[in-house]
Each structure stands twice: as structure tokens, then as C-alpha cells.
């Protein structure tokens, strides 16, 4: 959240001031989404990372569901995670979608990553509500392989199943076939989509579990290995379906998965395990704590660029202006770190955004 809502620009104008055209062009192309079926860079983890740690927190949530309500913790449950997920895509429609606007004609029905979260969600929370560790673990496999499956074999407009080409392919399909022009004209894909969010929804919920059941160094070694697991699993599969961001390919869920578990475990000991350790994540606590908040900020269209940036712009641009070629890095740094003092501030008093 804290790179999404800043951070990176901060980082990449602190590194180029550093190094200057020193700086290797491939660390350069990781603060950007890689292209269609070229490989995975850091930037294209940020998405992943924001659906999966919405699972990992949802056992401990869903934990004090259960104790609370009782014999019938699911129908007292059922509402308030209905009502969290239609807030979620509404605002992914306000972020991205025009809403606000109330021009039918520019709205885009569903193209947000606020809107994922909302599909992995009540996928994961489905399977929440069957039971729990077994039917998390079955429910991330049967929605992955179905999702797989649907790629590679179902055919569509009289092409056979299995492409995977910008603006062709099953999941591309299905969303201009059902939202019309409300579809946002990228390749980015959304509905068939849904399932890959689930699983990896679910593959945070399972990681979630782990720390929650698990003591110790063990719950680590459990997401470490399950980590490795799904990078060798893509690995494999890649030579069946290609790792593609954009429509978040079945490679692609493993992939990132992999990655998120094995940041997971890692910071679990760095964090949670070792001593005195707690202050290196009291940076981040005011994006995480305001998490819906920051996003909102940084991604809904303002005047110029984000809300954020309108705010920011008549406030430090001139300023900035002083410092020469450094502009961008004292703006950058100027306008990211005022956020972290304003969520820093709305934390301090208790002040969040929870939908």
C-alpha cells in the first residue's frame, strides 16, 4: 500500500538522484507493469499482494464472527460481508469507473482493483462459512483449476480455447460480451477473472491460517515451503499457459502467490518473531491501518492526476521548483511523506476508513 500510494515514485527519483544514468535500466522497469506475456517486475506484485493480504486477515476476522454470533454466526455474518463487498465495487467505480460522473456513456462497470478484492472476497468468504482450513484449501484448487480450465479448453467466437493474446481471449471476451461498452477498452480482464482473485484470496486465507493455528518458527517453514511450492508450480505450468498479468493467467496466480506467501512467512519471523523488532514496521502501520483510505487518495481521478495530487500540486510544486534537477524527488518525497503524517494523524485518533 505504502509503494501504491507513492512510495514508488518516491523510491525511483530517490535511486535516480543517487545513481544517475548509473542506475541499470532493468531496476528502472521494475517500478513499471511489464508488457503482455514478458515476464513479472515488482510493480506487477503490488495487486497480487493487496488481494492476498485481504485473505490473510480474514481468519482472524471470521474467528471473532464465530464467537460472537453463535449457533448462527452465519446469518448474522452473511450481511456484513455483503454489504463489504458492495461497497468495495462501488468504490472501485467511483475510483475508475465515472461513477460520479453520472454520464452512463463513461461509466466502466468493473475494472478496479478495489473491485477484484470485492470478487475474492466473498469467493473466500464462501468457503469460510463451509468450514474451514480443508474447504479454504479445496476451494483455492477447484476455483484455480477451474479458471485454468475455462482458458485453455472453452471455445468462443468461433476460435478454439487456449489463446492468450491482448483483446482475444476467452476472459476478454466474456467481459465485452456482458458489460458492452461499459467494458474500460484495455486487455485487462475482470469477470471470468473472478476466479483467479478467489484463489488467490484464498491462498492469503490459508496463510492466514497458518499463522493463526501454527506457533513459531513452524507456521515460517509452512508458508516458506508453500511459497517455493507455487513458484515451482508456475514454473511447470508456464509451459502451458503464460504468466500474463492482465488477465491474471493461472501462472500468473501461482506465481505471484508464490511470492506473497514467501513475504508473508518472512516478515511473520521478522516482524512477529524476533525480538525487538516491531519498529521497522511502524512506518507502514498508518497505510495499512487506512488502507482503503490511501488508495482512494491516489486513485481517484481528480483535477490533475490523483485527488492527492490536486491537493499537492498547488502546495509543493512551486516550491520543489527551487531545487533544480532534484524537482522530482522533493516533490515526490514532499507529497508522499505528507500522506504518511495525515494517515499517521487519523491513526493516532482512531479516525479509519472501514467498509
Not at 117 to 145: E, K, M, N, P, Q
Not at 192 to 200: E, P, R, V
Not at 263 to 283: E, I, K, M
Amino acid at each position: 500500500m505504502a509503494l501504491l500510494a507513492g512510495g514508488a515514485p518516491f523510491l525511483l527519483h530517490l535511486l535516480q538522484a543517487c545513481f544517475g544514468d548509473a542506475l541499470p535500466p532493468e531496476l528502472v522497469e521494475q517500478f513499471r507493469h511489464a508488457d503482455w506475456g514478458k515476464g513479472f517486475t515488482c510493480w506487477d506484485l503490488v495487486m497480487p499482494l493487496f488481494i492476498f493480504v485481504v485473505g490473510v486477515s480474514m481468519p482472524f476476522a471470521f474467528a471473532g464472527y464465530r464467537r460472537r454470533g453463535g449457533e448462527h454466526w452465519h446469518l448474522r455474518t452473511l450481511p456484513r460481508v455483503l454489504r463489504r463487498v458492495v461497497c468495495l465495487f462501488l468504490l472501485g467505480m467511483v475510483v475508475q469507473g465515472n461513477l460520479l460522473a453520472f454520464d452512463s456513456s463513461n461509466i466502466s462497470l468493473f475494472c478496479n482493483t478495489l473491485q477484484a478484492i470485492a470478487a475474492g472476497y466473498l469467493i473466500a468468504a464462501c468457503c469460510l462459512f463451509l468450514g474451514g482450513v480443508r474447504s479454504c484449501a479445496v476451494g483455492c484448487v477447484l476455483t484455480l483449476f477451474g479458471y485454468w480450465a475455462a482458458m485453455r479448453f472453452i471455445p468462443y467466437a468461433g476460435h478454439a480455447g487456449g489463446r492468450f493474446l491482448p483483446h482475444d481471449n476467452l476472459a476478454y471476451y466474456i467481459d465485452c460480451t456482458l458489460q458492452g461498452s461499459w467494458q474500460d477498452g484495455t486487455p485487462y480482464t475482470w469477470i471470468l477473472s473472478s476466479a483467479a482473485f478467489g484463489a488467490l484470496t484464498l491462498m492469503g486465507v490459508l496463510g492466514g491460517q497458518a499463522m493463526q493455528h501454527l506457533r513459531g518458527l513452524r507456521a515460517c517453514l509452512i508458508l516458506g515451503l508453500s511459497g517455493a511450492g507455487c513458484l515451482l508450480a508456475a514454473y511447470f505450468l508456464q509451459a502451458d499457459t503464460p504468466l500474463i498479468k492482465h488477465i491474471f493467467s493461472a501462472t500468473m496466480v501461482l506465481y505471484s502467490g508464490g511470492w506473497c506467501l514467501l513475504l508473508l512467512g518472512l516478515f511473520h519471523l521478522l516482524f512477529d518473531l524476533l525480538p525487538r523488532t516491531h519498529f521497522l514496521a511502524a512506518p507502514f502501520l498508518p497505510f495499512g491501518s487506512n488502507a482503503i483510505l490511501a488508495y482512494l487518495l491516489t486513485a481517484t481521478p481528480g483535477l490533475q492526476g490523483s485527488l492527492w495530487n490536486s491537493l499537492c500540486l498547488p502546495l509543493f510544486s512551486g516550491f520543489s521548483r527551487l531545487f533544480g534537477d532534484s524537482q522530482p524527488l522533493v516533490y515526490s518525497s514532499l507529497s508522499f511523506f505528507s500522506l504518511l503524517a495525515l494517515l499517521s494523524f487519523l491513526r493516532a485518533k482512531s479516525l479509519l476508513l472501514r467498509v
